[in-house]
């Protein structure tokens, strides 16, 4: 059976930037089978990688700075992350998601199946809240990791 992390990424305080700690907390509510663990990895940066090395599959969900419109949900591989079609800066985080895949994957211990959900931020205004841009777009996200494990389910 893989072993599957989904890790929501993201600072609560600053409204849409939070959205990945939003999806997981509404995940967590679900009953998974015991190999699906779901993390509010926050704004652990490196810290966050014993939450998801030595695991099979990683789904990571976080706002993104990218080509778009706000609310857009965007879906990016292990290869567009780490090697080719994306920027460096995936979120706005200091030390981010890339930075911690790159460092466990150097020491060999990165999931093998990797998949960035990003959500382009309507807002980084101080609030607990998502705005409305960010509440449909929590929506989609869901419905994409419904998706992704369904054939695990």
């Given at each position: 059976m893989k072993k599957i992390v989904i890790m929501g990424v993201g600072n609560l305080l600053l409204s849409d930037e939070g959205i990945g700690v939003h999806a997981v907390q509404e995940l967590s509510k679900r009953n998974y089978p015991d190999n699906i663990e779901v993390y509010d990895g926050g704004t652990l940066g490196l810290l966050s990688g014993p939450l998801f090395e030595n695991r099979d599959l990683l789904v990571v969900i976080d706002s993104v700075e990218a080509e778009g419109e706000p609310g857009d949900v965007i879906t990016y591989s292990k290869d567009e992350i780490m090697y080719s079609s994306i920027p460096l800066k995936l979120s706005p985080h200091q030390i981010g998601v890339q930075e911690?895949?790159?460092?466990?994957?150097?020491?060999?211990?990165?999931?093998?199946?990797?998949?960035?959900?990003?959500?382009?931020?309507?807002?980084?205004?101080?609030?607990?809240?998502?705005?409305?841009?960010?509440?449909n777009a929590l929506k989609k996200v869901l419905a994409e990791v419904d998706k992704i494990l369904a054939p695990y389910l």
């Open positions: 911690t895949l790159l460092i466990s994957e150097l020491r060999g211990e990165c999931p093998e199946d990797v998949i960035f959900i990003g959500v382009i931020p309507d807002s980084y205004s101080s609030s607990t809240e998502l705005t409305e841009t960010g509440k």
